[in-house]
């Protein structure tokens, strides 16, 4: 059985995937919040493998996957993302992780993963190569002469004084990186909760998408709290007001506003 540490700055994930380790046999020796107290941890702990969120704010997943493998190439480390993004994952893979798991977590990705891990006989030269090549399918993908965009979570939730909590939602919102974000966001929604939705410059929003965004405007509201949510775009505002979702009353549409950006 392997020791683990696991590595993520929301607690919500980190009780999560801590209960499906440990529910696998395996010991969770130790937890890390940023990317810079995991090599702190790596450095003291020396756990067998390390799983590392990739959205992590200040020193990232993959930035800390570079360090600790830059001191310790033996590390197995496996990489989690929020979002089915393959640049954001080869990037991490090409830094040395071992592996990685796509959200939601589920105690059969982790096992599969973890398993893969501790059985396989680790080549960093052959490693490098087949990450090369995935890297080298991906761009092939692009236009000519396009340049590769830079990675933009699926969302990004910041915690501010006073209760409040500014979530930034991103055009890359999927319906299973919603799954990620309500499991994060959680953990907030208690004690009168102030949740401000900024949609930025996205144009437009996937009807599901927004039935579940509307759930979790009402589930805010229901523990006493409070919703406002702005757009930088006129035309999003307009259409996201003339959207039907059903027999339900449209939430988002009452409490969002343009702002000129």
């Known amino acids: ?41 790596y450095t003291k702990l020396k756990p067998d493998v390390v799983t590392m969120d990739l959205t992590m704010q200040g020193l990232g997943g993959a930035e800390a996957t570079s360090k600790i493998i830059a001191s310790y190439p033996e590390a197995r480390i496996i990489v989690i993302s929020a979002m089915e993004e393959r640049r954001v994952v080869i990037d991490a893979l090409e830094r040395g992780a071992r592996h990685f798991i796509i959200k939601p977590i589920s105690k059969e990705k982790v096992q599969a993963v973890l398993n893969n891990v501790l059985q396989q006989n680790f080549d960093l030269k ?102 406002k949510a702005i757009s930088n775009d006129k035309s999003f505002v307009e259409c996201i007001a003339e959207m039907q979702i059903g027999n339900t009353a449209n939430l988002m549409a009452d409490v969002l506003r343009y702002i000129a950006g």
């Open 1 to 41: 059985m392997a020791r683990v540490l696991i590595t993520d700055d929301s607690a919500v994930a980190r009780k999560c995937l801590r209960e499906i380790v440990t529910s696998l046999g395996h010991t969770v020796v130790g937890e890390a919040i940023s990317g810079v107290q995991a090599f702190v941890e």
């Open 126 to 227: 052959e490693h490098l190569e087949r990450v090369r090549k995935l890297k080298g399918a991906e761009n092939s993908t692009d236009a000519v002469g396009s340049r590769v965009n830079k990675y933009i979570p699926p969302y990004c939730i910041n915690v501010q004084s006073g209760n409040l909590i500014h979530l930034v939602i991103s055009p890359n919102l999927t319906l299973t990186s919603y799954q990620s974000l309500f499991l994060e966001l959680e953990e907030y929604l208690t004690g009168k909760p102030r949740v401000l939705f900024d949609f930025g410059t996205m144009r437009t929003i996937d009807q599901a998408l927004l039935v579940k965004l509307n759930e979790l405007v009402e589930t805010i509201e229901n523990n006493n709290g409070m919703v």
